[in-house]
């Protein structure tokens, strides 16, 4: 109040900021007329229609702030002190001073509930204001402080000169049409004009601020907290690109079992085909293809796929695991124990047909047991795609299973014990057979796949308890597991037959073309060598060197495996 002037009754009043019957539409940014669902909070009235009001505070608060690093007897002293200063009894005073000529106070704005209520409005009445202008001043503020539109100023570092920014601009646009130096045709323009100049300046102060490296937290985040509004970016760990890493490795699997698959087919009736059982070669084919197709339902997740599409991928897993590691293991297993039974009998001078079927017996009780097993945890107990909390900002999708039930605990124990059987009995007959001839048994090969798969299994498996909490990571190891050991296994059975073919199988050929035109020389003089040799502990020696150069027909016993009725072709397994 001016010095000597006087309060006069019912020459001010107070009411709330008027509303809009036009709303922003954010997702079009254009106004368009209020309504009940676009104005939750607005208010109906009958000439004018939807009404939104958003009441401002433009003061919010005091704050009294204590250094941390002070002593604790004046941080005792300033909080007692922060204390008194906010009371009910004494704030009351600067915030209601006397309406007299002595009085130089403005007054504060209220910041406390008992600042706006009944007995605040009999303080003011008794410090000299008139009762129904102060009742109108505080039930605006009341209407503001109820309203769930409430607007409150900006509170975020770089507000003051944001707001000094805003303050200068519009000033100088409405001192201009005051003024008259705008023409009315040119002020929409430069409207247009203000608000990019501001929105400039701002985005300079506020990158200033952001770019600090005493900076913690954006301005923009700050503000949204502030609002209550904000959504911070969450981390899922999602799979994303390093898909594309077990796509392609599962395609090499799939593009290596066909070629293989399409190799037996083709050459089935030659001897390196028939003597390494097409039957099992395929089986082999098919189980690494079934197990290598496992890093399909690796790459699935709910980033991907919906909730329950990642758990049926999650019970795909150990079907697909034990299917296919039984399905190899188990030809490998039947096709060198058919080997053995003949070698055996073939040392005792015995003649002896044992057909695929004798010895797909053990394949057909572990392909079984597997189905059944299988079956039982899907059916009782399935895997389930969850996730796990690292963080408030942060989790981790995985599979995951009841703890509380033992029947996926029984269901695996089983499945580890049969499929490492099948392990063992394909080890322990290739162990047996380290004797024959490459094209009869794949001991060597076979020992070398075992030692490849051991390696990564020694390595990746404590790797995948490390990087558990980290899927990319972990289908990296996953993925790599299954490709080394369907490759070993593949290449390694496949390759050195493969070479063996084209390189013995071509050279007999050649060989016995030019024996044609020959008379027959060279290879009669081998055979009279070899007649001696046979008779002599180096013969083993001799007729290994001379098959594999000249292709030279061993003079050991033969021994028919793979006999068939009504033919006279036959193939021959060379015991060395």
């Not at 001016?2 to 809009?20: D, K, M």
């Not at 079927?357 to 969850?386: E, R």
């Not at 290994?544 to 495996?561: D, E, G, M, T, W």
């Amino acid at each position: 109040m001016e010095p000597g002037s006087q309060l006069i009754g019912n020459r001010y009043g107070v009411a709330p900021t008027p509303g809009s019957s036009m709303v922003l539409d954010r997702e079009t940014m254009e106004l368009v007329p209020c309504d009940e669902s676009r104005c939750r909070f607005g208010k109906y009235y009958e000439d004018i229609g939807w009404v939104n009001r958003a009441p401002y505070l433009a003061f919010g608060g005091w704050g009294c702030a204590i250094n941390n690093y002070t002593d604790p007897t004046k941080k005792l002293y300033a909080s007692d002190f922060c204390a008194y200063a906010s009371s009910k009894d004494v704030s009351i005073d600067n915030i209601i001073p006397f309406a007299d000529s002595n009085n130089t106070k403005n007054g504060q704005d209220p910041y406390r509930l008992s600042h706006v209520d009944n007995n605040a409005l009999n303080l003011y009445v008794e410090r000299g204001y008139e009762e129904a202008a102060t009742k109108e001043f505080l039930s605006s503020y009341q209407f503001g402080l109820d309203s769930q539109n409430l607007v409150v100023d900006i509170r975020f570092p770089t507000a003051s000169q944001l707001n000094a920014i805003l303050d200068k601009e519009f000033h100088d646009y409405l001192n201009a049409t005051v003024l008259g130096t705008i023409p009315e045709a040119e002020r929409p323009i430069r409207r247009v004009e203000v608000s990019k100049s501001i929105t400039q300046q701002w985005e300079q102060v506020i990158t200033a601020y952001d770019s600090q490296g005493s900076t913690q937290y954006p301005v923009l985040e700050i503000y949204q907290r502030l609002r209550g509004v904000y959504a911070p970016d969450y981390e899922f760990n999602y799979l994303g690109s390093i898909r594309g890493y077990g796509y392609a490795l599962v395609a090499l699997i799939f593009f290596l079992s066909l070629l293989f698959s399409a190799f037996t087919a083709w050459y089935r009736k030659s001897h390196v085909v028939r003597a390494s059982q097409p039957i099992f070669l395929m089986m082999i084919c098919f189980g690494s293809a079934v197990l290598g197709s496992v890093i399909i339902p690796f790459g699935i997740d709910d980033g991907n796929a919906s909730i329950e599409e990642a758990s049926q991928a999650c019970m795909a897993i150990p079907w697909l695991v034990g299917l296919g590691w039984t399905i190899v293991f188990s030809a490998l297993f039947a096709k060198i124990w058919r080997v053995n039974i003949v070698y055996r009998n073939s040392m005792k001078f015995r003649r002896l047909q044992v057909s695929e079927m004798d010895v797909l017996l053990p394949f057909g009780i572990m392909f079984t047991a597997n189905l059944i097993i299988l079956l039982v945890w899907t059916l009782l107990d399935p895997l389930y795609w969850d996730r796990i909390p690292l963080s408030e900002l942060q989790s981790y999708g995985t599979c995951t299973a009841d703890g509380n039930s033992p029947v996926w605990k029984v269901c695996i124990s089983l499945l580890a014990i049969l499929n490492g059987l099948a392990l063992f009995l394909a080890n322990f007959q290739a162990y047996q057979a380290r004797n024959l001839a490459t094209e009869y048994g794949e001991s060597k090969y076979i020992g070398m796949a075992m030692l490849c798969i051991l390696q990564v299994v020694l390595i990746g498996i404590p790797l995948l308890f490390l990087v558990n909490s980290n899927p990319s990571a972990s289908y990296f190891i996953r993925v790599t597991i299954i490709f080394v050991i369907c490759f070993s296994i593949l290449s390694l059975i496949y390759v050195p037959k493969i070479y063996h073919f084209y390189r013995k199988d071509g050279k007999k050929k050649s060989m016995t073309a030019s024996m044609a035109r020959n008379g027959g020389l060279s290879y009669r003089v081998l055979d009279k060598v070899s007649h001696f040799f046979s008779t002599n502990i180096l013969s083993v020696c001799f007729f290994s060197v001379a098959n594999l150069i000249f292709s030279v027909p061993s003079p050991c016993r033969s021994v028919c495996f793979d006999c068939e009725r009504g033919e006279d072709q036959r193939s021959q397994a060379q015991i060395r």
